[in-house]
């Protein structure tokens, strides 16, 4: 139950109900598909069925013929246009760049994955569109796919830039690599597992559309499109694949339904309806059906992982090192290359203190859909195989799992604390966590709910996970020196109307986030006013002075770093504009819920005269002052933050069927500062339902052709409101982040990262408990995959008997 | 090209449409009704769900022209006559029961079937009943508690009524 702290109707604190709601609930939602331009015709995409081959023969002449028909486009027509670029470059531990292949935006003579564009049509109605790309003829001279991983080096290039197939071999960190074999040969005792982490489709509920635009007398474009970041997609496709400069381009995210990752990226399609729009001069409108979503949206996660752990003789733990197959698919997608890499390896240290840690990645090019951040993006992948091998770890060692964790956490006073791989943690509290979960998911009374459950023939298991997530992306020379190839600051300008209202331009973008609602609360508490009189305008490169967007739970702990940044700007300004009213030195002002007064005197001007005074400038010090009331940051953080937590899942697994029922869950997280609880445990929901939907039913399989064998809802489980428990949250242990104003870690990705290792430790718990000793089952653990692990097991089970 | 006449929202409108056209398009391309969402080609997450004659069905597996002469209800017509959010789209509201809003329409059509059919469901009918209806953001949590509390709204004032 989201609890307001004191009681606050508004401001920080308060579970403000969101002022967002209004439009969705009543159908007046602008998502980019509800938007008609007048004159807009219809694009359609013909892609690829075949996963790996050379186009043999393409002929387009009936298509163009059609009826409605108004142009038909093939990467022949596309002279001068680039690929799709990619924003991080992972530096290879041999000292070679990654292999970077070119993206291109229609196929080039050669196709690498289902789904692949090869032919753009555009036509006066989507069904005239989709009519002609029938008369295509299209014919692919189909190569051997590549798609497991595992023997990716002795199949046919994907590229010929990377002709074993390997993007790039990435040791981290690699100075330790001596140290950490040594200790692992040494240990008292070391747990090893192999595991999967399965891939997933993003799958917002609303599918990608764009819409192009060229206005000829102005030589303007204007791209509407379902982005999380529309200053990024502007200098992603203005400057490296249509050469369109920032001035000459607008990019438009009106409301976005869902993005998970999914939407960050440049995507091909948006490119291309930008292009075309001057072409055939005309908007062009594509809308993406489910289908091709799966077909062409970025997937998730994909990492087939060997991990082992070593402790001492007192179960200290003394070193890890990793070993990961990272499937990148058929085209680096924007962000690719850093999700193995440092959003993966350097959260290895998870809530722990050992000393000694190394990674080495291979990232592999495949004939499969690419694949890019998804919710929690690499530090999910890094939270799962620490805490399944520590569970593992545990039970060989015969020891509590809570009591294992519990001695390893980095304890509060070792803070701020310098992992061995790379980040340093500023604040937290990770027993704190642990406990609060325990307590709230009643593990005390377990026992007697599995005896409960044991006498009805049913298998009752208690899983837990901690878990750290590096956010708040990122410091710009940081990730610099790693990588990216952009800064991941976060820009606000706060403008301060003549009658005391305030517009706020944030460059976050939110897409079911509630920012207009959070935000509004922040700036209304610093400046004193209603949370009314505070809008705030996000997702229009034409209204928002800059932007790096919304992902890694960076909005609050970035872009509202910005916007309080820009709100003390105002503050000290508006002080010396009311120390000019009030005939007072600027040194003695101060400003309190709304009100400017001298300090130790009854004399006071109201936060409107103020804002009056700026504008109307009549007693005024205009020679030390300019006249307005609007002020622009860009905040660039000092450190990530660091949101941590203990999540805990009970389930009941029917051994005869393999059926597993979540019973209950508890995430106890630390998010440091909260501004609206309410939206921060809806977060928390949203991403418990996907990492159990990964953990329970997911998955992303391909066969040996290269055929995604769950391209839609008929196939892909997507959890139900059925599938799931009521969930119980809380973010009462407080660690307050330290170096930004707000104190603030984010709240997104938590619930996805920490949820499948907790989901997994209880199913195996539940079978250990049952009699059936199984170490391990790859994700996602559906009935039949339960049941044949049982199967293993049973003569062992039965002998034991 | 043919021609259709419905009543939506309590208006009668026409419009001429091909055979093939479904009923989400009519609404959201003939009559600009776009509060009607498609989230997918396969009638599994009910996005789009309407109600045509008082049950909730999905607009994607519906043609227009099967629909003449119906009475059909969207999210554009579930407010009150005085404009306030209707006591459904209050719950949702005050139970945080959306983010993105995509699959907010389908899922509010689809609770007022339930209610209508049922006024006092059980948590555990809610979810059942919800088998349609796909949420990627509030993880189910904060809809099932919308629409119990509706429920207990819409039953507080039934009684109240009586």
């Known amino acids: 139950m ?376 690499g530090r999910p992948e890094a939270t799962y195989q620490l805490e399944r091998v520590i569970d593992k770890a545990a039970r060989e060692r015969g020891v509590d799992p809570a009591a294992l964790r519990r001695q390893n956490f980095i304890q509060p006073d070792q803070f701020p604390y310098q992992t061995p791989v790379a980040v340093q943690y500023d604040t937290g509290d990770y027993d704190a966590t642990l406990t609060k979960a325990l307590d709230l998911a009643d593990a005390a009374g377990f026992a007697a709910r599995r005896a409960e459950s044991a006498a009805r023939g049913k298998l009752r298991g208690f899983g837990i996970a901690s878990y750290i997530e590096a956010c708040g992306i990122a410091p710009s020379s940081l990730v610099g020196a790693l990588g990216a190839r952009a800064g991941l600051y976060e820009a606000a300008t706060v403008r301060v109307n003549p009658t005391g209202s305030v517009s706020v331009f944030t460059g976050s973008h939110s897409h079911g986030q509630g920012h207009e609602t959070t935000f509004a609360q922040v700036v209304a508490e610093m400046l004193g006013l209603d949370e009314g009189a505070v809008d705030i305008v996000h997702g229009d490169t034409a209204r928002v002075p800059f932007g790096m ?67 109307v400038p009549h007693k005024y010090p205009i020679e030390s002052l300019e006249p307005g009331l609007e002020e622009t940051s860009f905040y660039d953080p000092a450190n990530f933050t660091y949101p941590a937590g203990a999540y805990v899942a009970e389930v009941e697994v029917d051994p005869e069927t393999g059926v597993i029922q979540v019973l209950g869950f508890t995430a106890a997280d630390d998010f440091g500062s909260v501004v609206n609880p309410m939206i921060v445990e809806g977060q928390v929901h949203g991403g418990l339902a996907q990492g159990l939907g990964q953990a329970l039913m997911e998955t992303a399989t391909y066969n040996a052709d290269g055929q995604l064998q769950a391209a839609s809802y008929m196939d892909y489980a997507m959890p139900r409101a059925g599938d799931l428990p009521m969930f119980t949250v809380d973010h009462s242990c407080v660690t307050p982040c330290t170096h930004n104003p707000l104190g603030v870690k984010g709240c997104g990705e938590a619930g996805a990262i920490g949820s499948p290792p907790a989901l997994v430790n209880a199913v195996i718990d539940a079978l250990h408990g049952g009699g059936y000793p199984v170490a391990h089952i790859d994700m996602p653990l559906t009935p039949q995959a339960v049941w044949q692990a049982i199967q293993a097991v049973r003569p062992a089970a039965a002998a034991a008997e | 090209m043919s021609t259709v006449a419905m009543t939506v929202n309590g208006k009668t409108v026409s419009g001429d449409v091909e055979g093939r056209t479904l009923l989400v398009e009519f609404l959201r391309e003939g009559l600009g009704l776009t509060g009607t969402h498609v989230g997918c080609d396969t009638s599994q997450c009910g996005a789009c769900v309407v109600h045509v004659d008082g049950a909730s069905v999905k607009a994607c597996s519906v043609l227009a022209l099967s629909c003449e002469g119906a009475e059909v209800r969207t999210i554009e017509g579930m407010a009150n006559p ?81």
């Open chain 2, 82 to 162: 005085d404009g306030s959010l209707g006591v459904i789209q209050a719950a949702f509201r005050e139970h945080h029961g959306l983010q993105c809003g995509f699959c907010t329409p389908g899922m509010i059509m689809s609770a007022a079937d339930l209610l209508a059919q049922n006024s006092d469901p059980t948590e555990t009918e809610v979810r059942s009943w919800l088998e349609g209806n796909i949420c990627r953001c509030t993880g189910y949590h904060n809809i099932v508690k919308s629409i119990l509390a509706a429920a207990a709204e819409m039953r507080g004032a039934s009684i109240a009524a009586e």
């Open chain 1, 2 to 377: 989201a609890k307001d702290l004191d009681g606050k109707t508004q401001g920080i604190g308060a579970s403000s109900k969101r002022r967002e709601d209004a439009r969705f609930l009543m159908g007046r939602g602008k998502y980019t598909d509800d938007i008609n331009v007048v004159g807009q015709t219809h694009c359609h995409f013909l892609r690829s069925d075949i996963a790996h081959g050379r186009i043999v023969t393409l002929d387009v002449e009936a298509a163009r013929a059609a009826p409605g028909v108004v142009g038909v486009f093939t990467a022949a027509d596309l002279e001068g246009v680039g690929g799709v670029p990619c924003g991080w470059q992972v530096t290879d531990r041999h000292g070679a760049p990654m292999k970077e292949p070119k993206h291109p935006i229609l196929a080039e003579g050669k196709v690498r994955h289902v789904g692949d564009p090869v032919v753009a049509i555009i036509a006066e109605t989507p069904e005239q569109a989709r009519d002609a790309a029938e008369l295509i003829a299209l014919d692919i001279e189909e190569l051997p796919a590549v798609i497991d991983m595992a023997t990716a080096a002795q199949g046919p290039a994907v590229h010929d830039e990377a002709p074993d197939n390997l993007c790039f071999d990435w040791l981290f960190v690699a100075e330790n690599a001596e140290a950490v074999d040594r200790a692992i040969a040494e240990a008292a005792h070391v747990t090893k597992l192999e595991l999967v982490n399965n891939r997933v489709v993003a799958n917002p509920m609303e599918p990608r559309a764009a819409i192009g635009e060229y206005d000829l007398s102005r030589d303007e474009y204007t791209l509407t499109t379902t982005s999380q970041n529309p200053h990024v997609i502007r200098l992603l496709m203005g400057a490296f694949v249509l050469s369109i400069p920032e001035h000459k381009l607008r990019v438009v995210a009106p409301d976005v339904g869902g993005g998970f990752g999914s939407k960050i990226y440049h995507y091909a399609e948006e490119a291309f309806v930008t292009w075309a729009s001057a072409r055939v001069g005309r908007p062009v409108k594509w809308t993406a059906s489910r289908s091709e979503a799966f077909l062409s949206d970025a997937q998730g996660r994909d990492h087939v992982t060997t991990i082992e752990l070593a402790l001492d003789a007192e179960n200290n733990f003394t070193a890890i090192r990793c070993h990961t197959l990272a499937n990148l698919g058929a085209y680096l997608s924007t962000f690719a290359p850093c999700v193995p890499t440092w959003l993966h390896g350097t959260l290895l240290a998870g809530n722990y203190k050992t000393p000694l840690i190394t990674t080495n990645v291979k990232a592999v090019f495949t004939n499969t859909v690419p694949v890019d951040a998804y919710r929690g993006a």
């Open chain 1, 549 to 615: 967007g919304t992902y890694g739970s960076r909005s609050l702990a970035v872009g509202g770093s910005a916007i309080v940044k820009s709100v003390d700007k105002i503050v000290a300004k508006a002080k010396k504009i009311a120390a000019h009213l009030m005939e007072a030195s600027e040194a003695d002002i101060v400003f309190d819920n709304g009100q400017f007064t001298v300090a130790g005197t009854d004399r006071a001007v109201a936060w409107g005269d103020v804002c009056l005074a700026a504008y």
